[in-house]
């Protein structure tokens, strides 16, 4: 079983040997496969849309940054096995969000907040990714990684909430998923660049927290310029007046929103489906590095492995967005689900290798961009738009809690047992229980007619 799998040692300064040295071109030529593969791919959009696109495309060279060579950074920063302490730090996170979200996202509602607040986010998010690149502990760089991550992942909801103001109902589908699609293609650029130093410290002369200090600011430069165009060019159309004591409003308002969602019969089983499936989506998605490095698997392969996830994940994106439109989004939201849940499934029983985390990879990216865009677009097409942000708050609260559940079952399951496959195999069931609900959900095109 995993749990038996022997975990290679990693000194507290290398990341070269064993888990990342590797051919810089191979991994090169992956990338230039998906910008090919993207320049195929032509649709007219508008100025609004093609901005609020650039911004997932700004903040997943991040995303793919923690979930493929940050963890194994920490990794040569703890004492032992990683996966219990990155499970803890991603579950902190996913909390704080969770109970910010419904109250800011209720202020954000307001008339010319949403572009505000994400700039709050997205600026306190670099200052945090900058300064992940100079703590020495483990612990100190926990610290600075939850901040990082609360910041990015706030700046998401507002950033999603957005999507209802740069388009229309018809094309939400579309829209979104293209988002998702550019994001795994444009996150190959920062991230050759930040591998070409992390990966030649030696022959730059330089030491791997330099490397990583380099690496951190790329990633946080790439951010903010692909923030600015959605910040000029969106503007937000769909709002509530501006209000007096609007913190204290918002508070008090929680328990409103709540009960309007609850009495939504439609959008109630929804958000309980998106609940349980997002939260095995989550979790594969931020433990998958921790979980393949305490197998023993390198990390060479690793990272070249979630590199051809984001080619992969490009074109299966934007076939989903068209499928959804052509065929449903609710048929497309149920075969995601459950091709989710074989991936767990074949996580648990069958990866123990490198060549099985390759498959894993492919798989990955088959399912997930398509599976989350078609979420995101789903849910704005079935909230009322004047309630966007406050809405989409709770959208990420049960999404965070999923998470949060998510995270600590396998975190808590590996500590008690000393085997990860026992903790990945949990999240079965959390797939199984989302599809039955996503069963009894209507259509949003139901919903219109």
Not at 16 to 23: F, I, V, W
């Given at each position: 079983?995993?749990?038996?799998?022997?975990?290679?040692?990693?000194?507290?300064?290398?990341?070269?040997?064993?888990?990342?040295?590797?051919?810089?071109?191979?991994?090169?030529?992956?990338?230039?496969?998906?910008?090919?593969?993207?320049?195929?791919?032509?649709?007219?959009?508008?100025?609004?849309?093609?901005?609020?696109?650039?911004?997932?495309?700004?903040?997943?060279?991040?995303?793919?940054?923690?979930?493929?060579?940050?963890?194994?950074?920490?990794?040569?920063?703890?004492?032992?096995?990683?996966?219990?302490?990155?499970?803890?730090?991603?579950?902190?996170?996913?909390?704080?969000?969770?109970?910010?979200?419904?109250?800011?996202?209720?202020?954000?509602?307001?008339?010319?907040?949403?572009?505000?607040?994400?700039?709050?986010?997205?600026?306190?998010?670099?200052?945090?990714?900058?300064?992940?690149?100079?703590?020495?502990?483990?612990?100190?760089?926990?610290?600075?990684?939850?901040?990082?991550?609360?910041?990015?992942?706030?700046?998401?909801?507002?950033?999603?909430?957005?999507?209802?103001?740069?388009?229309?109902?018809?094309?939400?589908?579309?829209?979104?998923?293209?988002?998702?699609?550019?994001?795994?293609?444009?996150?190959?650029?920062?991230?050759?660049?930040?591998?070409?130093?992390?990966?030649?410290?030696?022959?730059?002369?330089?030491?791997?927290?330099?490397?990583?200090?380099?690496?951190?600011?790329?990633?946080?430069?790439?951010?903010?310029?692909?923030?600015?165009?959605?910040?000029?060019?969106?503007?937000?159309?769909?709002?509530?007046?501006?209000?007096?004591?609007?913190?204290?409003?918002?508070?008090?308002?929680?328990?409103?929103?709540l009960r309007k969602i609850w009495a939504d019969r439609g959008l109630r089983t929804y958000i309980l489906?998106?609940?349980?499936?997002?939260?095995?989506?989550?979790?594969?998605?931020?433990l998958s590095t921790s979980y393949g490095s305490d197998l023993g698997i390198d990390g060479t392969q690793?990272?070249?492995?979630?590199?051809?996830?984001?080619?992969?994940?490009?074109?299966?994106?934007?076939?989903?967005?068209?499928?959804?439109?052509?065929?449903?989004?609710?048929?497309?939201?149920?075969?995601?689900?459950?091709?989710?849940?074989?991936i767990t499934l074949f996580a648990a029983f069958f990866l123990r290798t490198a060549r099985e985390f390759?498959?894993?990879?492919?798989?990955?990216?088959?399912?997930?961009?398509?599976?989350?865009?078609?979420?995101?677009?789903?849910?704005?097409?079935?909230?009322?738009?004047?309630?966007?942000?406050?809405?989409?708050?709770?959208?990420?609260?049960?999404?965070?809690?999923?998470?949060?559940?998510?995270?600590?079952?396998?975190?808590?399951?590996?500590?008690?047992?000393?085997?990860?496959?026992?903790?990945?195999?949990?999240?079965?069931?959390?797939?199984?229980?989302?599809?039955?609900?996503?069963?009894?959900?209507?259509?949003?095109?139901?919903?219109?007619?």
């Amino acid at each position: 079983m995993g749990g038996g799998a022997r975990v290679h040692p990693v000194g507290r300064h290398r990341l070269r040997d064993p888990y990342l040295s590797t051919d810089f071109a191979t991994i090169q030529s992956v990338c230039v496969l998906s910008k090919v593969r993207g320049d195929a791919v032509r649709t007219k959009f508008t100025k609004a849309e093609k901005s609020w696109i650039m911004y997932d495309v700004g903040n997943s060279a991040l995303v793919l940054l923690a979930t493929s060579v940050i963890p194994i950074y920490f990794k040569s920063l703890a004492d032992g096995p990683a996966l219990v302490a990155w499970s803890y730090a991603e579950t902190v996170a996913s909390l704080v969000i969770a109970l910010l979200m419904p109250i800011l996202g209720s202020i954000a509602d307001m008339q010319g907040m949403k572009k505000k607040f994400i700039v709050g986010t997205v600026g306190t998010g670099v200052v945090a990714t900058v300064a992940m690149g100079f703590p020495t502990s483990a612990m100190a760089f926990l610290v600075i990684y939850v901040v990082s991550s609360i910041m990015l992942n706030s700046s998401m909801v507002f950033y999603d909430a957005l999507l209802i103001d740069a388009t229309t109902d018809d094309r939400m589908d579309e829209v979104s998923s293209q988002g998702y699609a550019w994001g795994y293609v444009g996150s190959c650029v920062p991230f050759i660049a930040c591998l070409a130093v992390v990966l030649n410290t030696k022959s730059l002369g330089i030491s791997l927290q330099t490397a990583m200090q380099i690496s951190f600011a790329i990633t946080a430069a790439w951010w903010v310029a692909f923030t600015i165009p959605m910040l000029r060019n969106v503007q937000q159309t769909h709002y509530k007046p501006l209000q007096a004591h609007a913190l204290r409003n918002a508070t008090r308002g929680i328990g409103t929103t709540l009960r309007k969602i609850w009495a939504d019969r439609g959008l109630r089983t929804y958000i309980l489906s998106y609940f349980f499936y997002i939260d095995g989506v989550h979790t594969i998605i931020k433990l998958s590095t921790s979980y393949g490095s305490d197998l023993g698997i390198d990390g060479t392969q690793l990272v070249l492995a979630l590199l051809v996830t984001q080619f992969v994940a490009f074109p299966s994106a934007i076939a989903y967005g068209k499928l959804g439109t052509k065929v449903g989004t609710k048929r497309m939201l149920l075969v995601g689900i459950a091709g989710y849940t074989f991936i767990t499934l074949f996580a648990a029983f069958f990866l123990r290798t490198a060549r099985e985390f390759w498959i894993l990879a492919l798989l990955v990216g088959l399912f997930q961009g398509g599976l989350q865009a078609l979420s995101r677009s789903e849910f704005g097409k079935l909230c009322p738009k004047e309630h966007a942000n406050e809405y989409f708050g709770f959208f990420d609260i049960f999404g965070k809690y999923a998470a949060i559940m998510g995270t600590f079952i396998v975190g808590t399951m590996t500590a008690l047992t000393g085997n990860g496959s026992l903790g990945v195999l949990s999240i079965v069931v959390l797939f199984v229980i989302g599809f039955v609900l996503m069963l009894k959900t209507p259509d949003s095109r139901e919903r219109a007619s």
